[in-house]
């Protein structure tokens, strides 16, 4: 911890607090400047009392932190960039990933023709949520286990790993059983024991931005997974809420180059979430690929008009076509396949 004095103050106000900061079991090293005295205290904050509320005394002015908050997840522990490997997809690696799929699972046809067209067009993953985390208690809510059952259904067909959305911890198992990839949603995200269970059942997690979230907060969260045994973590940037209404979030495509300088996870880009308009979802795939996103996570619906969520965000499968065409020059640029 770094503790800087308040100018001005007496040597006995000094001595008192380099007493404390002893008592409390940290080594001082004092640096004095021209106008006020910083003190570097040494020693573990796991073990020993905290250093924090020396704020609350009259004499000083200010207590940082030297050592960054989170541990596993920094590029300072793991250097090189990790990979997560699921069903023989490597993501992180060279070779950039696409999932795509329907908001929501809503029927064996529905999600059948979503799995068919984004496998032609080059997906590697499908995407559908069985369980929705809806805003109102009074809209579709998934379809739960049957959900599940039809994207393994479509994982046999199409050989297309799946990710769908985990949304309580009483279901951690239930979930971890049909799905690839666990998602935890943006309204979860700090959902502590719901990311220890999802850490738990083994499966790589995919952990959304809070909507609200500061990046350190999400690197934070990401923390409880690999704190928690679970080495295979992805972060997804899915938009923030900002004052802006012309979309309904507003993706925040500087996540990425953070993340990458303070992370070694991979990063994935949602633009459903993070635009609500598939009249934006191409371009701004095309911003997530240029800086250096690892996946996209991209919502197709065989007719958007009627889906039962989301219908607003959703490609057709000819625009998710064009958008697998039309981001091949920008990964050939920034040298991924
Ligand atoms: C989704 O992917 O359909 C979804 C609900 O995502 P988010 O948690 O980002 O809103
Ligand atoms: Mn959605």
Known sequence: MIIVLKPQITKKEETAV??????RGYRPHIMRGVARTVIGAIGD?????????????????SVMPVQKRYKLVSREAHPTDSTVSVRGNVIGG?????????CSVESEEQL????????????TFLRGGAFKPRTSPYEFQGLGQKGLKLLAKARAETGLAVITELLSEDHAELVAEYADILQI??????????????????????????????IEEWLLAGEYVLSNENPNLLFCERGIRTFETYTRNTLDLSAIPIIKQESHCPVIIDPSQGSGRADLVIAMCKGAVAMGAD?????????PAKAWSDGAQQLTPDLFARLMTDIQPLLAAVGRE
């Open 18 to 23: 380099l007493r404390e900061i002893r008592r």
């Open 94 to 102: 060279k070779k950039f990933h696409v999932m795509a799929g329907p």
């Open 295 to 303: 996946a996209l996570l991209v919502e197709v619906h065989p007719d």
């Open 112 to 123: 059948m023709a979503v799995a068919r067209a984004v496998k032609t067009a080059g997906a």
């Open 185 to 214: 949603g943006t309204r979860n995200a700090q959902n502590f024991q719901l990311l220890i269970a999802a850490a738990k059942t083994g499966k790589p997690i995919l952990l959304k931005r809070g909507m609200s979230m500061r």
């Open 45 to 61: 904050e796991q073990t020993h009392q905290t250093l924090e509320t020396l704020i609350n005394w009259s004499q000083v002015e």
